[in-house]
């Protein structure tokens, strides 16, 4: 079910992306301002993360409810506002789907209840339920495109059903479905994944005595699975080697709260039980203190996780409004191109899970951002910067960025980001110190807020250079993205050392 929330919320992101720029137009607006359109729903998630994240210390099945519930009533107000040719109550209803956006949820749900030796495979299966939403949304994007037909709802009035009001009400049917769902089956999950945590940085902390009867107690306990005393062996070398800023000393936590909790020895025999986490209590719960407990590789990863995101929106998000003026392509057309990324990334996300079990996340995640590189530099064109004379671009150029070489850029653009993305959730989450990993300001939080702060940066960033030159909206945003990526990789280079887990 956390998977299908999942799926279900970027199938909803990437459904309304094809037929966007002709939506915006509609109703009476710019082509431009289809990204302010597309990026409402991720800044207003940022303010709905917050909340979802301490709704999250206590339960799961609450706020994932109420996240369906927004995003049907979101979808609703999107689609009707064509009825009332309101832009504003287009903006609405995309910013009620940003509330309900459940991602901060998905995320804490995987690191929270994965054990370690099936992070990566989990956090894969996260990318290719991303993959198939990101697929089937402008899949199905181009089927209601098909569809067209009037309805009357009485004391609303006259509503339409077409290629652009479509989606919302397809998507505001399923969340529906989800959320009865929901109701009626989910359970709530054991936070294995956090004890785990806590129990490797025990193994740390205890003198050379206790930890070697740690490693001998989990060696028996995890008999028949592939996490050993190896695996211990190799949490206290990536701990020891963490650079962590300053934190809150021992004794401070105990003068600052007073919390009941057993012996040492009685949280290494008891480590497969489930946290109890208290808000009230724990110096982790507040910003200031989780800013003190970020380490040098936390950060890495989330700039990496912001560039990654910022990038592709710049694809992704100005697709529709790239095609309509330069190629003069249809809804169908984006949403074909929006359909084969998908359906490439799936196969792509599985060969990683493969690879994961061959080679480390900084591996993988250096390789698939230097796809993506390669991928942006083919959608680069470099007669514009001398010839923007022509409406659409300069076809009679070899060296001009046809509609062939778009596809091409932007599939493999597409892959690589995505790709990456999973092996970059993967290390963050094992680099993360545990005061991270529990409370409100944790790292699912954090990774939600860099991610989707990039996604809505990539969105406005199109509208304003959309409203500089529709023209040469290309350019203006493969160069910037391109930028971020190089950087990413000189970053991973530069810290190679330090991404070790």
Same mark, same amino acid.
């Given at each position: 079910l956390?998977?299908?929330?999942?799926?279900?919320f970027?199938m909803?992101?990437y459904?309304?992306?094809?037929?966007?720029?002709?939506?915006?137009?509609?109703?009476?607006?710019?082509?431009?301002?289809?990204?302010?359109?597309?990026?409402?729903?991720?800044?207003?998630?940022?303010?709905?993360?917050?909340?979802?994240?301490?709704?999250?210390?206590?339960?799961?099945?609450?706020?994932?409810?109420?996240?369906?519930?927004?995003?049907?009533?979101?979808?609703?107000?999107y689609?009707?506002?064509?009825?009332?040719?309101?832009?504003?109550?287009?903006?609405?209803?995309?910013?009620?789907?940003?509330?309900?956006?459940?991602?901060?949820?998905?995320?804490?749900?995987?690191a929270?209840?994965t054990?370690?030796?099936?992070?990566?495979?989990?956090?894969?299966?996260f990318?290719?339920?991303?993959?198939?939403?990101?697929?089937?949304?402008?899949?199905?994007?181009?089927?209601?495109d098909?569809?067209?037909?009037?309805?009357?709802?009485?004391?609303?009035?006259?509503?339409?059903?077409?290629?652009?009001?479509?989606?919302?009400?397809?998507? *505001?049917?399923?969340?529906?479905?989800?959320?009865?769902?929901?109701?009626? %089956?989910?359970?709530? +999950? @054991?936070? &294995?994944?956090l /004890?785990?945590?806590?129990?490797?940085?025990?193994?740390?902390?205890?003198?050379?005595?206790?930890?070697?009867?740690?490693?001998?107690?989990?060696?028996?306990?995890?008999?028949?699975?592939?996490?050993? *005393?190896?695996i211990?062996?190799?949490?206290?070398?990536?701990?020891?080697? %963490?650079?962590?800023? +300053? @934190?809150? &000393?021992?004794? /401070?936590?105990?003068?600052?709260?007073?919390?009941?909790?057993?012996?040492?020895?009685?949280?290494?025999?008891?480590s497969?039980?489930?946290?109890?986490?208290s808000?009230?209590?724990?110096?982790?719960?507040?910003?200031?203190?989780?800013?003190?407990?970020?380490?040098?590789?936390?950060?890495?990863?989330?700039?990496?996780?912001?560039?990654?995101?910022?990038?592709?929106?710049?694809?992704v998000?100005?697709?529709?409004?790239i095609?309509?003026?330069?190629?003069?392509?249809?809804?169908?057309?984006?949403?074909?191109?929006?359909?084969?990324?998908?359906?490439?990334?799936?196969?792509?996300?599985?060969?990683?899970?493969?690879l994961?079990?061959?080679?480390?996340?900084?591996?993988?995640?250096?390789?698939?951002?230097?796809?993506?590189?390669?991928g942006?530099t083919?959608?680069f064109d470099?007669?514009?910067?001398?010839?923007?004379?022509?409406?659409?671009?300069n076809?009679?150029?070899?060296?001009?960025?046809n509609?062939?070489?778009?596809?091409?850029?932007?599939?493999?653009?597409?892959?690589?980001?995505?790709?990456?993305?999973?092996?970059?959730?993967?290390?963050?989450?094992k680099?993360?110190?545990?005061?991270?990993?529990?409370?409100?300001?944790?790292?699912?939080?954090?990774?939600?807020l860099?991610?989707?702060?990039?996604?809505?940066?990539?969105?406005?960033?199109?509208?304003?250079?959309?409203?500089?030159?529709?023209r040469?909206?290309l350019n203006?945003?493969?160069?910037p993205?391109?930028v971020?990526?190089?950087?990413?990789?000189l970053?991973?280079?530069?810290?190679?050392?330090?991404?070790?887990?």
């Open positions: 956390n998977l299908l929330s999942c799926f279900l970027m909803n992101n459904i309304i992306e094809p037929s966007s720029a002709y939506y915006a137009e509609a109703l009476g607006s710019s082509d431009a301002l289809s990204g302010i359109m597309v990026g409402a729903a991720p800044w207003f998630a940022i303010a709905s993360a917050i909340v979802y994240s301490y709704w999250t210390n206590h339960n799961y099945k609450q706020p994932i409810l109420l996240a369906g519930i927004l995003q049907f009533i979101g979808n609703l107000m689609s009707s506002a064509y009825s009332y040719k309101s832009i504003e109550m287009c903006l609405i209803g995309r910013a009620i789907t940003g509330l309900g956006a459940p991602r901060v949820i998905n995320r804490r749900y995987v929270d209840a054990p370690f030796e099936l992070r990566t495979v989990a956090s894969a299966s990318g290719l339920a991303t993959a198939l939403g990101a697929a089937l949304g402008p899949g199905m994007a181009i089927i209601l098909r569809i067209e037909f009037e309805f009357y709802i009485p004391l609303v009035g006259e509503h339409y059903f077409n290629g652009m009001t479509g989606p919302g009400y397809f998507m *505001a049917l399923n969340w529906f479905i989800f959320t009865i769902t929901i109701l009626l %089956t989910f359970s709530e +999950p @054991t936070r &294995s994944g /004890d785990e945590l806590k129990q490797r940085e025990d193994v740390m902390e205890s003198p050379s005595s206790k930890r070697n009867a740690l490693l001998e107690n989990n060696s028996t306990s995890y008999e028949g699975t592939a996490c050993d *005393a190896n211990l062996d190799d949490a206290v070398v990536c701990l020891k080697s %963490t650079d962590t800023l +300053p @934190t809150t &000393s021992q004794n /401070d936590s105990e003068d600052d709260c007073s919390v009941s909790s057993d012996t040492e020895d009685d949280k290494l025999t008891n497969g039980a489930t946290s109890k986490i808000a009230s209590c724990n110096p982790s719960y507040h910003c200031c203190s989780c800013m003190s407990h970020i380490t040098k590789p936390v950060v890495i990863c989330m700039t990496l996780i912001f560039a990654q995101r910022f990038a592709l929106e710049s694809i998000g100005s697709t529709s409004i095609t309509k003026n330069r190629y003069g392509w249809r809804i169908k057309n984006v949403g074909t191109l929006h359909l084969v990324n998908g359906l490439i990334v799936i196969p792509v996300s599985l060969l990683s899970g493969y994961s079990t061959f080679y480390e996340d900084r591996f993988m995640a250096l390789c698939f951002l230097v796809i993506a590189l390669g942006m083919i959608l470099p007669t514009d910067l001398v010839n923007q004379e022509n409406y659409s671009y076809s009679d150029d070899l060296l001009s960025t509609s062939v070489e778009y596809i091409i850029g932007s599939l493999i653009s597409f892959s690589g980001i995505e790709a990456c993305e999973s092996f970059v959730a993967s290390l963050i989450s680099v993360i110190p545990s005061a991270l990993a529990q409370g409100t300001f944790n790292a699912g939080l954090l990774e939600t860099v991610g989707t702060g990039g996604r809505a940066t990539g969105d406005v960033f199109i509208t304003l250079m959309g409203l500089r030159s529709i040469g909206l203006l945003l493969i160069i993205g391109a971020l990526i190089g950087t990413s990789v970053l991973v280079l530069a810290n190679y050392e330090i991404l070790a887990v």
